[in-house]
């Protein structure tokens, strides 16, 4: 039943679900205005270089302050502004510090959402709280993704691509709006929980990171969760409590990380300009592979837990070693590389569930207690570092070598994390 007290988690699902959309519309925007797959790798790089350091500076000052309920607000009325200065932007340059200047603004309310969610209930309902969180944020990402699908197939029927892309842009602005204006009418007064606080909730941060539910982990390295891992990350105490199986792993996964964005990066201008695919065709198959993820993640959890979370993940990390370099092979397929590239997309969402889920699973087990926190901020820091500088060389391998020698770059780095993951285990066990 819905508690009529969760009113302000529709505005905010509302807002993130504009955001949801960016994350395919700006990169086409910037190829209608002649990106390369360079530029559109920048793009994803600047947003995770602007969002997580972001996250970070903005909770200095929700902390500093002690005022959490203007900071939502902030971010949504600087996101409205941020979708309006989009499709006024010209020149390339103007496209990604719009798209890092909304990343930014998004950020300011990853300090305070958990503080809000859990506030008036009682510690060990903290939990399925977190829960309910990752459930609005999810499926508020899918909705956007298809209203995008949705909106970019019907007018590009009657209008310029680019035109109906900066139409889009116009009333994303107005749905952060509206979600500005009802945020400031049902969002609850200061929350009863500090963020010292719910920052000694061991379990319930553990739940933000891993993304309890579907549809929670469809950003890997939103704010929200990357704040609260890095604000939990000690290195010096970390590095006193290494040990080989932990670094091993996090080794690996660095690798693996990075060898995703190098695919990700370049991805929207391969399908747009490559294969010559429509901005709502780009936009369908990012939105099904986004949903085959939302549907895996409790049937992948359960097989988890029947078998060892190594052994899933290596299976993912194997399939997706032979995925990325398949997509750079779709033309070949002729009028059937639409359809192929849906199950190729599929089974990319599927693999992304497995690894979403066992990952923060087996960097928790690995850990020494005592260091267990540092251990996950240190998995999201190198997974973003990687998101960042993977996208980049990504991009710089598409513009200067080809999509299917970065593909290729992409698989190759999946398949030595998880070569590292499986060495480092046997030698540790």
């Known amino acids: 039943m819905f508690d009529i007290g969760d009113r302000w988690l529709v505005a905010w699902s509302v807002g993130y679900a504009a955001v949801g959309a960016s994350s395919v519309l700006v990169p086409l925007y910037a190829i209608a205005l002649g990106a390369d797959a360079f530029v559109v790798a920048v793009v994803a790089a600047t947003a995770a270089f602007a969002g997580i350091p972001g996250a970070l500076a903005w909770g200095r000052l929700a902390t500093r302050t002690g005022r959490y309920r203007p900071f939502l607000l902030v971010s949504l009325g600087l996101s409205a502004v941020s979708f309006v200065a989009l499709p006024l932007a010209e020149s390339l340059p103007a496209v990604v510090a719009a798209n890092a200047a909304l990343q930014f603004a998004v950020a300011a309310a990853a300090p305070v959402l958990a503080l809000l969610v859990v506030s008036g209930h009682p510690d060990p309902e903290w939990d399925r709280r977190i829960g309910v969180l990752n ?95 890095l604000r939990r990350l000690h290195p010096r105490a970390l590095a006193a409590r290494l040990t080989p199986g932990l670094s091993g792993y996090l080794a690996a996964a660095t690798l693996f990380f990075t060898g995703f964005a190098v695919f990700f990066g370049p991805l929207p201008s391969y399908l747009a300009t490559d294969l010559g695919l429509s901005s709502g065709s780009v936009f369908a198959l990012f939105l099904v592979s986004s949903a085959a ?137």
Not at 197 to 220: D, W
Not at 380 to 388: N, Q
Request: proline share 3%; hydrophobic share 60%.
């Open 135 to 229: 459930a609005w944020q999810g499926y508020g990402w899918l909705a956007g993704l298809l209203a995008g699908a949705a909106w970019t197939a019907v007018a590009g029927r009657y209008v310029a691509a680019v035109t109906a892309q900066r139409w889009f842009f116009y009333a994303s602005a107005v749905a952060c709006a509206l979600a500005t204006a009802l945020a400031w009418r049902w969002l609850p007064g200061r929350p009863d929980v500090s963020t010292a606080r719910f920052g000694r909730a061991t379990v319930s941060i553990e739940s933000l990171q891993r993304g309890a539910g579907r549809a929670a982990r469809l950003a890997p390295f939103s704010g929200v969760r990357s704040f609260w891992a």
């Open 293 to 429: 993820s939302a549907v895996a993640y409790e049937r992948v959890g359960a097989l988890a837990a029947v078998r060892s979370a190594e052994a899933v993940q290596t299976t993912a990390l194997a399939a997706r070693v032979l995925l990325f370099p398949a997509v750079a092979f779709a033309a070949v397929l002729g009028a059937l590389a639409l359809p192929g590239l849906v199950v190729l997309f599929v089974a990319v969402g599927l693999t992304w569930a497995v690894v979403a889920v066992t990952g923060t699973t087996i960097v928790a087990r690995l850990a020494p207690p005592a260091v267990r926190g540092d251990a996950l901020g240190a998995y999201t820091a190198l997974g973003g570092l990687g998101t960042a500088v993977g996208s980049v060389v990504g991009g710089l391998l598409a513009t200067e070598l080809s999509y299917v020698g970065a593909f290729g770059v992409a698989g190759g780095l999946v398949l030595a994390g998880a070569v590292v993951a499986a060495v480092t285990r046997r030698t540790t066990e």
